[in-house]
């Protein structure tokens, strides 16, 4: 089992930046492809951002991509995704999650088998 503690979100203005942080317990996140989702209010859960297993290789939604960069702390046992040029689009309520199986990073929400919680953000015009 991984237990996953998102922090970080908050309200922020258009163009500002925030990081969120996803502290894993009960398992090292470096073993997993790990990744970022988002549900905005009224849709459904859309995809953000994963890391591979080694932290070689990762992907973006094109919606963030330029803006948001994924990254891992091996040693603090911990994920991140540091938001840039915030837009109101991007609210929601962000989750961070582990894919136990795959190699390669996954975009599919299925694929995911451990969540958090969720933080939210909230990004005003």
């Known amino acids: 089992q991984v237990q996953l503690v998102e922090s970080g979100g908050g309200l922020v203005q258009a163009g500002g930046s925030l990081r969120l942080s996803c502290v894993a317990s009960?398992?090292?996140?470096?073993?997993?492809?790990t990744g970022w989702f988002r549900q905005p209010p009224g849709k459904e859960r859309e995809f953000v951002a994963a890391?591979?297993?080694?932290?070689?290789?990762?992907d973006y939604a094109g919606s963030v991509k330029g803006r948001f960069i994924i990254s891992r702390d091996s040693a603090k046992n911990t994920m991140y995704l540091q938001m840039n040029s915030l837009r109101p689009e991007d609210t929601a309520v962000y989750f961070c999650?582990?894919?136990?199986?795959?190699?390669?990073?996954?975009?599919?929400?299925?694929?995911?088998?451990?969540w958090g919680q969720g933080t939210q953000v909230t990004v005003s015009s």
């Open positions: 999650a582990v894919d136990p199986t795959s190699y390669s990073v996954r975009a599919n929400a299925a694929e995911y088998s451990y």
């Open positions: 009960g398992r090292t996140l470096s073993w997993y492809v």
């Open positions: 890391i591979s297993r080694s932290g070689g290789s990762t």
